[in-house]
T-cell receptor, first 111, second 116 residues
Framework: GQQVMQIPQYQHVQEGEDFTTYCNSSTTLSNIQWYKQRPGGHPVFLIQLVKSGEVKKQKRLTFQFGEAKKNSSLHITATQTTDVGTYFCAGQETSGSRLTFGEGTQLTVNP | GAVVSQHPSRVICKSGTSVKIECRSLDFQATTMFWYRQFPKKSLMLMATSNEGSKATYEQGVEKDKFLINHASLTLSTLTVTSAHPEDSSFYIC????????????FGPGTRLTVL
């Protein structure tokens, strides 16, 4: 079945440093979504990427979808303590189908 | 954005008892809801897809007789953990996509189940 792998599992950075998490699917995706889960909280939708090679930005966050629609990345520029949490990618093979989540990257930011 | 609620947020029960968890879409209708299980510092594992008016679709390895799902209306799905055991202790989260909307999933706040 479909698998979604995400690295790294953990990332510790100093405030102001950049952060990147990578996501790779075993199958071609219809779309990929990114979620953030704060400690003790539930996943919150950040963005969805649909087109091959798509790049989207949300302030300091940059999301990319690979040309083959099998991999994606999330890059945070100049991290802040508010960025702390676990970032999950989740892929859908067809629109509206079940989401398969990556293992998540837990980000800690030292002030 | 759309809101999904879950009740209870926390529950502690004795081994052998059954626990019901409710998932409600508060301001939209959801013909489909998803139930996940999350272990500490781990990812979300899809347990089943709840379909309004029909049987739930369970993922491989998930016992349908142990995790009963009922989706009786367009705004409510329930997950009942039957004859709970300590290994069932976990964080259970539901989600729902908004009908006619994007693929975005709206997650409930989760239910922390502890089985003694």
């Amino acid at each position: 079945g479909q698998q979604v792998m995400q690295i790294p599992q953990y990332q510790h950075v100093q405030e102001g440093e950049d952060f990147t998490t990578y996501c790779n699917s075993s199958t071609t995706l219809s779309n990929i979504q990114w979620y953030k889960q704060r400690p003790g909280g539930h996943p919150v939708f950040l963005i969805q990427l649909v087109k091959s090679g798509e790049v989207k930005k949300q302030k300091r966050l940059t999301f990319q979808f690979g040309e083959a629609k099998k991999n994606s990345s999330l890059h945070i520029t100049a991290t802040q303590t508010t960025d702390v949490g676990t970032y999950f990618c989740a892929g859908q093979e067809t629109s509206g189908s079940r989401l398969t989540f990556g293992e998540g990257t837990q980000l800690t930011v030292n002030p | 954005g759309a809101v999904v609620s879950q009740h209870p947020s926390r529950v502690i029960c004795k081994s052998g008892t059954s626990v019901k968890i409710e998932c409600r879409s508060l301001d939209f209708q959801a013909t489909t809801m998803f139930w996940y299980r999350q272990f500490p510092k781990k990812s979300l594992m899809l347990m089943a897809t709840s379909n309004e008016g029909s049987k739930a679709t369970y993922e491989q390895g998930v016992e349908k007789d142990k995790f009963l799902i009922n989706h009786a209306s367009l705004t409510l799905s329930t997950l009942t953990v039957t004859s709970a055991h300590p290994e069932d202790s976990s964080f259970y989260i539901c989600s729902a996509p908004q009908r006619g909307g994007s693929n975005e999933q709206f997650f409930g706040p989760g239910t922390r189940l502890t089985v003694l």
